[in-house]
């Protein structure tokens, strides 16, 4: 098995030659099937975004909270 990038990249007839490209392409396909259908992968996404969203919900209500107790803290 020959490396393309040695600069040689003829092969001699019956042998194989090793292409690093393609091979991340396999893998990348491959861990994508074992992540599931798009529709899944959609799924878990907009459950992500709704966790954000909620986390973010959350973060602006303390931070008014905050500013308010300041406020009043002020006066």
Request: glycine share 6%; proline share 0%.
């Given at each position: 098995?020959?490396?393309v990038?040695?600069?040689d990249e003829y092969s001699t007839p019956g042998e194989e030659v090793h292409h690093p490209?393609?091979?991340?392409?396999?893998?990348r396909r491959r861990a994508l099937d074992d992540v599931g259908s798009v529709s899944e992968r959609r799924g878990r996404r907009e459950k992500?975004?709704?966790h954000t969203q909620c986390d973010r919900a959350e973060r602006m209500h303390l931070?008014?909270?905050h500013i308010v107790r300041r406020a009043l803290a002020v006066r």
């Open positions: 098995m020959k490396n990038s040695d600069g490209r393609r091979d991340v392409n396999e893998e992500k975004n709704a931070n008014t909270q």
